[in-house]
């Protein structure tokens, strides 16, 4: 981007919020052009990743000593919890695979482009990482980039942008709450809900609004109680509504048309304004195969270590 730009003596900001990096800069540039601070503004998110399983230091040293930071573990220990209290089955989370993996066929951007539909059995007899999350569920480590330019409304002369004009409707950034996945009680609230209840009372918009939404689900199973922490179902639900076609490109509510992270893959610091661009490109028309049928607003969620989450609410002009 430099090569491009140059040493100008224009701010360079970088941003480290983990998973959340790229949507949480997207959130300081949108309120640099809001503000009229500046009129325009350019987000990069870009991350090489390694192989294997991901490290992770953010959490308390005896959550660490006990193994806590590996994260399809981290991710087991909630699904356990959902399944015996909603009684999902495994067949519930393997068609979350199926769904993104469906979608991700159809995206030339997505890792697993072109690779052909999986099955619900193909996913159960994945094997094990960490019960009952399976290597299936995992999104895949890849390498990736993306870039958003925002612009202030009068400054746009031509083109795209101009013509197909996309609004912010709101930018939520929350952070850890105090009780929130505690071992000794149940939270009665959580970052993410208190972030997309944030971003309803800015927007003016609901749930019932959104034509097509992004949900952040590094493993699969996520992707159930994320839905349902933002209210788009009631909780024990979201594995019915799956089931029945309700989060397809052609269902009522057309989630991770993309192919999410376990249909994209998750390039750590370029996932959360993907999830934008994504949205951005449905909004315009502009996703051949894989478009949602008049849609004129939509939601994304990404979700990182600190822990913190940010929302964003973007709008046909």
């Known amino acids: 981007m430099l090569a491009e730009v140059g040493l100008t003596g224009i701010p360079i900001i970088n941003m480290e919020q983990a998973c959340s990096s790229s949507p949480a800069a997207f959130r300081m540039a949108y309120l640099m052009v809001a503000t009229e601070i500046y009129d325009l503004v350019a987000v990069l998110g870009f991350e090489k990743m390694g192989r294997g399983l991901l490290a992770s230091t953010a959490f308390k040293p005896w959550e660490l000593a006990l193994g806590f930071n590996v994260q399809p573990a981290n991710y087991a220990q909630g699904v356990v919890r959902y399944m015996e209290e909603y009684g999902a089955t495994e067949e519930d989370l393997a068609r979350v695979v199926v ?78 709450i105090y009780g929130e996945g505690s ?10 809900k208190e972030g997309v209840k944030q971003a309803w009372e800015i927007s003016g918009y609901g749930p019932e609004d959104m034509d097509v939404i992004q949900v952040y689900e590094a493993m699969a199973p996520a992707f159930l109680t994320d839905i349902e ?14 089931k029945e076609g309700y989060f397809d490109i052609d269902g009522k509510l057309p989630t991770n048309t993309d192919g999410g992270l376990v249909g994209c893959g998750h390039p750590l610091g370029a996932t959360g304004a993907r999830q934008i661009a994504e949205i951005i490109t449905q909004l315009r028309e502009a996703a051949g195969s894989r478009q949602v049928a008049g849609a004129k607003i939509g939601l994304c969620h990404s979700s990182g270590a600190g822990p913190n989450a940010v929302f964003t609410i973007l709008k046909r002009a």
């Open 99 to 176: 769904l993104e993996r469906k979608n991700a066929n159809l995206n030339p951007y997505a890792r697993w482009y072109q690779s052909g539909e999986v099955s619900v059995e193909e996913v159960i007899k994945s094997r094990v990482v960490a019960a009952p999350v399976r290597l299936m569920h995992a999104a895949a480590m890849v390498d990736g980039a993306v870039a958003i330019i925002l612009c202030s409304g009068d400054k746009l002369k031509s083109g795209l942008a101009r013509t197909k004009k996309i609004e912010v409707a709101a930018s939520v950034h929350t952070t850890g």
């Open 229 to 242: 922490d933002m209210g788009f179902c009631q909780p024990g639900e979201s594995p019915r509504l799956l």
């Open 183 to 192: 071992v000794k009680f149940k939270a009665t609230t959580n970052l993410v």
